[in-house]
């Protein structure tokens, strides 16, 4: 579906970060977040070639500790964010590809836990503005991801 030029996504959408090896999850879209943020436990910050970098796990699928991707990516930055709980805190910022509704999107994502929220992706708006206009009252109106089998 698409409004003009743009394509209509709706508050909810199937994505995938190909870079980080995770082929299907599910992604809150969330005009009020100004970046995008990811479910990442096991952070752990290293050095390579003189380049920071984040190793991280990534359960995909909500409610579900299986399975386990492991990813690694550059550090582009550390931001202080406030949580839902009101509190402050540092997160590691990745940039990396988000494929939403078959649209391939470079954008920061900040990594945090995000194990008690009901999805495991939020698409903010710096990621989709300019692409998508959002329908809030509609879910899923890109097509869901081809199944790959995941061997992690």
């Given at each position: 579906m698409t409004s003009g030029s743009?394509?209509?996504?709706?508050w909810r959408e199937w994505v995938q970060l190909p870079g980080l090896?995770?082929?299907?999850?599910?992604?809150?879209?969330?005009?009020?977040?100004?970046?995008?943020?990811?479910?990442a436990f096991n952070l752990e910050r290293f050095s390579?070639?003189?380049?920071?970098?984040v190793r991280f796990e990534v359960h995909p699928k909500q409610r579900s500790?299986?399975?386990?991707?492991?990813?690694?990516?550059?550090?582009?930055?550390?931001?202080k964010v406030r949580n839902p709980g009101g509190r402050s805190e540092l997160r590691p910022?990745?940039?990396t590809t988000i494929v939403v509704?078959?649209?391939?999107?470079?954008?920061?994502?900040?990594?945090?836990?995000?194990?008690?929220?009901?999805?495991?992706?939020l698409l903010g708006r710096r990621a989709v503005r300019g692409s998508?206009?959002?329908?809030?009252?509609?879910?899923y109106l890109g097509p869901r991801p081809r199944r790959v089998e995941e061997s992690k």
């Open positions: 743009k394509l209509v996504i709706g090896g995770v082929f299907e999850t599910k992604a809150k879209v969330d005009t009020g977040a100004d970046n995008s943020a990811l479910h390579r070639d003189g380049l920071d970098y500790r299986r399975p386990v991707i492991r990813c690694e990516a550059p550090l582009v930055t550390e931001k910022v990745i940039m509704a078959g649209v391939s999107l470079e954008a920061l994502v900040n990594l945090t836990s995000r194990d008690e929220m009901g999805f495991r992706m998508f206009v959002i329908d809030p009252g509609r879910s």
